[in-house]
Nanobody
């Protein structure tokens, strides 16, 4: 079984920065796609950023975070990161880590989610 554990959330003032981390646990050989999503109160979960394993780590960002957020990953550590700069109150949400096509000693796991970490941007 694979688990994703997020860390790094918290309270930050507008204009501040946070770095989220998400580590996959278990005997993992590779993870194809990893990403971050968020869900604000009363809203649907939305994509923030994704990154592939191949093709040099192709990234994709929501328009609302382009130029402010940077996604990266460490394949050796089975970890994905989200550097968030110039944070705005509208970035307040629970941030969820996602991983897909996880190859392990017990087979390949599909769409897997972390438990979420709260990010609050407020003065």
């Amino acid at each position: 079984q694979v688990q994703l554990v997020e860390s790094g959330g918290g309270l930050v003032q507008p204009g501040g920065s946070l770095r989220l981390s998400c580590a996959a646990s278990g005997i993992i050989y590779s993870i194809q796609d990893m990403g971050w999503y968020r869900q604000a109160p009363g809203k649907q979960r939305e994509l923030v950023a994704t990154i592939t394993r191949t093709s040099g780590g192709t990234t994709n960002y929501a328009d609302s975070v382009k130029g402010r957020f940077t996604i990266s990953r460490s394949n050796a550590k089975n970890t994905v990161y989200l550097q968030m700069n110039s944070l705005k109150p509208e970035d307040t949400a629970v941030y969820y880590c996602n991983a897909d096509k996880i190859a392990t000693n017990m087979g390949v796991f599909g769409d897997t989610w972390g438990q979420g970490t709260q990010v609050t941007v407020s003065s």
